[in-house]
């Protein structure tokens, strides 16, 4: 889904070598080493797996783009001019892909469509948000072509399943930022000034909203109203809370549609109702994951509507955050063993280990090297058997 925009600074492109050193990679990419990317890419089975279970089916979707006025990350996308003279763009999200993909091959359905992805995005400049990371990785699922709150109950139930398939545990943050609109028109509040009170009410800055008030003549009713909706942030009291502040049709359909959720999700929930961030993209429910000890969100999702009034919700998961949020030894790494022969290679892999073939005969080159990779014991034979173990 997209995110937050602000800017990053652009890296200068690195000479051959710097102090008789190689390069850096660009600021905002970086080396994945081998620990890591096994983490990464079981997470990615893992999640997957669960998707699929979930009757999410899989796709995979160009890299390439054409760039399209309108776009919403369009302003941060990399973008490259081809051999025809076309602007093209490096995929910076993934929703809006899909989207073109559903309206190319699945014009009349059959809905709800359900699809699962899995990629690389790049961006020009990164949100602080998502750790200034100018590439990363997504998993994600999009449910497309229906728009009620079993749906969107489902995307909820299967958010957090994914985590827990994953072992992490982590608490569903909901929010609606049609509701602070709806609520701001209630109040009478137009135009500019509502786009700047947006603003103010998703960073829950009371003095700018004082700021603000001020200086567009808002009474203090009103005013009052504003500084309610930055409180907005708990459990279940807060559809109480933002029962009582729903005068109109739109403020009370959201609060009625938050319950029903509620009810078909029947797990616990937080709500932070005064979230008022791109209320301009999504037309209803949003929600993010958080765990201890990371800032970020681990996956966000919402609903919203693609081109030509398609009703899609969906939610993606940052696999870079999600390995930081993994328990230690998670997943289980297998024993890796020297095979000295072709024989013993295969009878350890059938085992479940991991074999490395031997490259030369050298017993004293070998041993050294296992004693650096933590190899523990070198095997022979179909058997298996044991031809010696490192510092014995």
Known sequence: MPGVSSSAP????????????????????????????????HLRAQLSALLLGWGYQGVELPALE??????PLGDRAFKLIDSGGQVLALRSEFTTALGRLARAHYPQGPFPLRLQYGGRLWLRAQTSELGRLREFTQVGAELIGVA???????????????????????L????????????????GVHGEARE?????????????????ARGRGLDREVTRTLHALTDLYGGPEVLEAAAGMAQ??????AVAHLRE????????????????????????????????????????????ALEGGLPGAGFAVGLERLVRALPPGVPPEPETVLALDLAAAGAARNTGLRAELAWTADEAELRAYCAARGIRRALRGPQMAAAWEVGA
Do not use: C, M
Not at 174 to 182: L, N, R
Not at 200 to 208: N, W
């Open 10 to 41: 652009a890296a200068s492109p690195p000479s051959a070598s710097v102090s008789g050193r190689f390069a850096p990679v660009p600021e905002g990419t970086r080396d994945v080493l081998p620990a890591e990317w096994s983490r990464r890419e």
């Open 66 to 71: 054409y760039a399209a006025h309108g776009h």
């Open 148 to 170: 009620t709150a079993q749906a969107d109950a489902e995307l909820l139930a299967l958010a957090q399943a994914a985590l827990e398939a994953v072992g992490v545990n982590a």
């Open 172 to 187: 569903l943050e909901v929010g609606f930022p049609g509701f602070v609109d709806a609520v701001l028109e209630d109040a």
């Open 196 to 212: 700047a009170l947006h603003g103010a009410i998703d960073r829950k800055s009371g003095a700018d909203l004082d700021l603000l």
């Open 248 to 253: 109109g049709t739109r403020a009370r359909a």
């Open 261 to 304: 959720v509620a009810a078909h999700f029947g797990g616990p929930l937080l709500y932070d109702l005064g979230v008022s961030r791109r209320y301009d993209y999504y037309t209803g429910l949003t929600f993010r994951a958080y765990v201890d000890g990371i800032n970020q969100p681990l996956l966000g999702g919402g609903r919203y």
